[in-house]
């Protein structure tokens, strides 16, 4: 059976609080105004779709139960981690329960000598980071929401962020889940050991399924050695165009950096001042990083890459004398994104990547879009990924229209181009009438039929990713 959801009557949602209740006690299930407009909305704009009860398990058998009940009483349940995602995907769109993992956020085991983590899911990723650094140990994927957002959520979201650019993203590392089916059956799939292909890799199928097939209720990592030595420079550059060409060109120079990340004027000017202090007059900027394990190595490749910046036009390169400007820039580049809703009182985040040799041109293109739509467009992220987060400002709800058809333009140059129209943010809610526009109908069908097996009833996060998913 293949369901369409509908959103529960109170009379359900009644009986399923009362049997909720007695299952995992008063103080797990909330049904406050506060609480459900908290959980009614993310960071996507996608709108606010509070649910009728949030529930918080404690363990993987409480998810279970919850599921189970759920199922029983026909009604849409939702997972949630920190809620900072911006594609809307933990947006409980048809009401019901809003599951929270955030009080499943216990780090279980760190082995120095296999390199792995074991994590609940509600772990905030920077707080793994940081007590496995403790250890002289790596986790490298590093979304900018890394002091709010959980590990359960970059599972489903297949997170990234600078550092993706060396090291990979979330997929990378995920080596096995403990996971409850939307049924409440729970599974543990992958394994503990770096190496393994025994059966079909659906380690690899859950990370990314937003939310969708089931929820990760233990999470298994695979960890590197903390490279000794971290160098990051800021170079400046007269236009975007010109950091857009300087990437591609350090990339084809054989340096592989482990963050290269532009940000436009718009974005320099959202964040200019606070925990950083940008070059008068840049027009853009790139922040790079090397690491490695060898001062000298690591040196002479901030310089080769210094040079190569130079070449492309760079105004100047400065480089961190001291973890504390290192951390205040960083600090301002992870407040780009709240940063730029201070300009205007409205932005829509887009995601999209291209094929590194196509950036500059895109990117005149999309700011082309902005001023031909009388909108502004910033553009920053992780340029050395080709993924782009270009945002779209505006002052009115009048001006929608107008941005809806710069997000429509814009995605359609991307997939013209040979990108893909979200690299780490998910499809979710926001983006979904947008995925037919890179993946044609067979490939939808058989990612329905997917859905279908692991969620017959469709009850689990219900009218994401597919436009059609029953709503
Ligand atoms: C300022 C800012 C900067 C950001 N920078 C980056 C970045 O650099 N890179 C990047 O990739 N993203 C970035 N993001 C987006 C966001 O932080 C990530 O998508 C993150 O992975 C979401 O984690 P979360 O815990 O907030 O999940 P939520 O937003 O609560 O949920 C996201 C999705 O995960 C599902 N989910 C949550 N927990 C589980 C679970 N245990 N099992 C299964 N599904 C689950 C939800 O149903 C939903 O579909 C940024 C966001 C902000 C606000």
């Given at each position: 059976m293949s369901g369409r959801p509908a959103r529960p009557s109170p009379q359900v949602m009644e009986s399923l609080a009362r049997e909720l209740r007695a299952t995992l006690?008063?103080?797990?299930?909330r049904g406050d105004a506060a609480t459900l407009d908290a959980y009614g909305r993310d960071e996507s704009d996608a709108g606010v779709f509070p649910p009728h009860l949030v529930v918080f398990p404690g363990s993987t058998s409480d998810v279970s139960a919850i599921f189970r009940l759920c199922q029983a009483h026909g009604v849409p349940f939702t997972p949630c981690g920190a809620r900072s995602g911006k594609s809307g995907g933990s947006l409980p769109v048809l009401g019901g329960v809003a599951v929270s993992l955030?009080?499943?956020?216990?780090?279980l085991s760190i082995s120095t000598e296999d390199l792995v983590a074991v994590a609940q899911p509600g772990l905030v990723t920077g707080e793994l980071m940081k007590a496995v650094e403790s250890r002289g140990l790596f986790y490298p994927p590093?979304?900018?929401s890394l002091d709010m957002c959980t590990l359960g959520g970059n599972v489903a979201e297949n997170a990234g962020g600078p550092r993706a650019l060396k090291y990979g993203v979330t997929r990378d590392y995920v080596l096995g889940l403990e996971w409850v089916l939307p049924s409440g059956e729970v599974l543990r799939v992958g394994r503990?050991?770096?190496?393994g292909v025994a059966g079909y890799d659906l380690v690899g199928l859950f990370v990314g399924s937003e939310g969708t097939l089931g929820v990760a209720t233990e999470i298994t990592l695979q960890l590197l050695p903390l490279p000794r030595v971290v160098r990051t420079a800021l170079l400046s550059f007269p236009s975007v165009l010109h950091a857009a060409r300087a990437v591609s060109a350090v990339l084809a120079a054989g340096i592989l950096p482990r963050t290269l990340e532009l940000l436009d004027d718009v974005a320099i000017r959202a964040v200019d001042g606070r925990s950083f202090h940008f070059p008068p007059g840049a027009g853009a900027c790139v922040i790079a990083e090397v690491d490695g394990n060898v001062e000298e190595g690591v040196t002479a490749e901030l310089t080769s890459l210094g040079e190569v910046c130079l070449h492309e036009g760079a105004l100047e390169v400065l480089v961190a004398q001291s973890e504390t400007q290192r951390e205040g820039l960083w600090a301002a580049r992870r407040g780009v994104s709240p940063g730029l809703r201070a300009l205007k009182r409205h932005k829509v985040s887009d995601d999209i990547v291209v094929p590194r040799s196509r950036m500059a041109e895109v990117i005149g293109r999309l700011k082309a879009i902005g001023t031909e739509l009388g909108l502004t467009v910033a553009t920053y992220g992780h340029a050395g990924d080709g993924n782009l987060h270009a945002n779209v400002l505006y002052d009115s709800p009048d001006d929608w229209p107008r941005v809806e058809e710069a997000l429509s333009r814009m995605l359609r140059l991307t997939v013209e181009v040979g990108g893909t129209i979200t690299g780490e943010h998910g499809v979710g809610l926001s983006k979904k009438r947008f995925l037919p526009l890179e993946q044609p109908a067979p490939l939808l069908s058989l990612q329905r039929q997917l859905k279908a097996l692991f969620d017959p009833s469709g009850l689990l996060n219900p009218a994401k990713i597919f436009d059609d998913a029953g709503c």
């Open positions: 006690g008063e103080e797990a299930v955030e009080r499943m956020n216990r780090l590093d979304p900018a503990r050991t770096i190496k």
